[in-house]
Structures are given as structure tokens and as C-alpha cells.
């Protein structure tokens, strides 16, 4: 998973992922990557409107952006 979040941070495009939160729940999000590291991502959350911080280890999905 990291190196496929690295590739998508280097190439700076949107792409989707379906992160599950602390509290269980399950999102699809379109973002905007800004950095990654082994542990978090961070990135422009589409869906929150501001920019967040992923836990590598909560994202279930990842998918190049197709829209």
C-alpha cells in the first residue's frame, strides 16, 4: 500500500480511497495528496473540504481517479 500512496503522491493527481475511521466507520473520499510517509498521509479531503491526515494503516483502498 505504501508504495502504490507514494506513486499517487508523486504523480500530485486526485485519486479515491475508502479509509475506515477510529470510530469504525467507513468513507469513500476523493483527495488531493500532499505527503506521505509510513504512517499517515496527508492530503485535501474533498469530502471534509479541508486537509486531513490519514492513518496509512485505515486506508482499505486505494484507486487512481477516473472523473
Same mark, same amino acid.
Given at each position: 500500500?505504501?508504495?502504490?500512496?507514494?506513486?499517487?503522491?508523486?504523480?500530485?493527481?486526485? %485519486?479515491?480511497?475508502?479509509?475506515?475511521?477510529? !470510530?469504525?466507520? %467507513?468513507?469513500?473520499? !476523493?483527495?488531493?495528496?500532499?505527503?506521505?510517509?509510513?504512517?499517515?498521509?496527508?492530503? %485535501?479531503?474533498?469530502? !471534509? !473540504?479541508?486537509?486531513?491526515? %490519514?492513518?496509512?494503516?485505515?486506508?482499505?483502498?486505494?484507486?487512481?481517479?477516473?472523473?
Amino acid at each position: 500500500m505504501n508504495s502504490l500512496l507514494a506513486r499517487y503522491v508523486s504523480e500530485r493527481n486526485p %485519486f479515491m480511497i475508502i479509509y475506515q475511521s477510529g !470510530r469504525g466507520q %467507513f468513507t469513500q473520499r !476523493r483527495v488531493y495528496p500532499i505527503s506521505c510517509d509510513k504512517e499517515t498521509l496527508t492530503a %485535501f479531503c474533498c469530502l !471534509r !473540504r479541508q486537509i486531513r491526515t %490519514f492513518k496509512v494503516s485505515n486506508i482499505l483502498s486505494v484507486a487512481k481517479n477516473t472523473a
